[in-house]
């Protein structure tokens, strides 16, 4: 059977598709009798949005796609969780891609992420695809992380550690607690 869509929704609950849409979206005063039906209507439809339909009236997916280099390494599975807590509490979801370094792996997931109107991208780049990245970033967000893209015309952000402050800090703590002997 093919999925329920608003017009059945509306057809099911007596009301017009405007009224299924505010319950949905919460975006303005509706009666609680005609909630209700509509809430009863899409309980039993099996009815859920169409996040497509919804991206194309909003131009907007509320999805970000994150593409690292190994989800395994802790280090990225540590930050794909932080950056998920976060978008999540702004009402975004998280597209989690792990390329294993490999050029065209990451170009297609790359290709797949823009198909699927993501809003922006997180990436660990492999240092394969600058030209693609560079040019993907001057069509929505791009924030890289770890590692550059040196092309003059990528347009986006990017965030790295201080591999020095914080070797510099742990000797210092070392050095604070005793220890002389430091490897």
Known sequence: MANA???DVARRAGVSIATVSRVLNKSAAVRDDLVQRVNQAIEDLGYYPNSIARTLKNDN???VGFVVSDIANEFFSGMVRSVEDVLNRHGYNLFVCSTDG????ESSYLSLLREKQVDGIIINVSGKNDELITNISNQLPVALFS????CANFRGDFVDNDNFSGIVALTNHLLALGHRRIG
């Not at 490999?102 to 792996?105: G, L, P």
């Not at 590692?147 to 040196?150: Q, S």
């Open 102 to 105: 490999d050029r065209t792996r």
């Open 147 to 150: 590692r550059k893209v040196p």
């Open 5 to 7: 869509t608003i017009k």
């Open 61 to 63: 997916s509320k999805t």
